[in-house]
């Protein structure tokens, strides 16, 4: 069983946001915990469309869901929230699919001005679906990610700080 789940709500191939959630996935592993992944690519868009609930793959993620104790979501910001596939994804868990769990919200944007996209469209979204607790979040600019030349992510020194204390304060919920 998985202790800690990343769900990555980017449509695209090659996305800051899911690219946070790996290392954020290494910095765990470092630290011993099992974390296990989900995106929203991981399930056919017509499943999603259609809301086809006989979906195996919309199925695996509800279990993933369900046996997860701790939940990271990391979108991009388009129109000052989530983006629609996430959002299409968390419609068709049951609804209190977070009850019990907490959750590090990341989200990245172009500009700083998308910054409360964490407290006014994704805090509520996980209050409806019952987390427990809803750690602060982190807001990363694309200009405070770079890629290096073999394609891996890194994150300007706060932004890493700042990323890895989150991580630390999430662990600290995860039950042996």
Known sequence: MHKILTIAGSPS??????????????????????????????IPPEDLVYANFESASLKKAQNMIEQAQAIIVGTPVYKASYTGVLKALLDLMPQYAFSGKTVLPIATGGTITHLLSIDYAMKPLFSVLGATHILRGIFILDSQMQRGEGGQLTLDDDIEIRLKDSLTELASFITC
């Open 13 to 42: 191939q090659n996305s800051r946001s899911s690219s946070v959630l790996e290392l954020s996935r290494l910095i765990l592993e470092k630290q011993g915990l099992d974390v296990s992944c989900l995106s929203v690519k991981d």
